[in-house]
Nanobody, 129 residues
Framework: EVQLQASGGGLVQAGGSLRLSCAASGFTFGDYDIGWFRQAPGKEREGVSCVSSGDGGAYYSKSVKGRFTISRDNAKNTVYLQLNSLKPEDTAVYYC??????????????????????WGQGTYVTVSS
């Protein structure tokens, strides 16, 4: 059974930090690109950051670049997202997804929800002002 378990969300004040984790099982983790997306109330799911299966190359949306850092540990089948300098507009449910390797090579494809085969259940991040 394929599983992506997102965790680490919570309530934090503006300027604070959180570390999200995405633990995977049931598929060959090293063959998949992993992405973090978020969805705020009333808004569409948007890509935040992703990391490739090959060279571990990382990509960030403009809204989080310089504040968030993604990393992956293939030995633990886990991807991390470090959230620093959090803002109220970062409040959302954060989801991790797995896409076939090389998905991230496309600048548009890496942010397309439909390109991701597997999704976790999401973890809530609330940033108070």
């Amino acid at each position: 059974e394929v599983q992506l378990q997102a965790s680490g969300g919570g309530l934090v004040q503006a300027g604070g930090s959180l570390r999200l984790s995405c633990a995977a099982s049931g598929f060959t983790f090293g063959d998949y690109d992993i992405g973090w997306f978020r969805q705020a109330p009333g808004k569409e799911r948007e890509g935040v950051s992703c990391v490739s299966s090959g060279d571990g190359g990382a990509y960030y949306s403009k809204s989080v670049k310089g504040r968030f850092t993604i990393s992956r540990d293939n030995a633990k089948n886990t991807v991390y997202l470090q959230l620093n300098s959090l803002k109220p507009e970062d409040t959302a449910v954060y989801y991790c997804g797995a896409a076939p390797g090389s998905t991230l090579l496309s600048s548009r494809g890496r942010w397309t929800v439909g390109n991701y085969d597997y999704w976790g259940q999401g973890t809530y991040v609330t940033v108070s002002s």
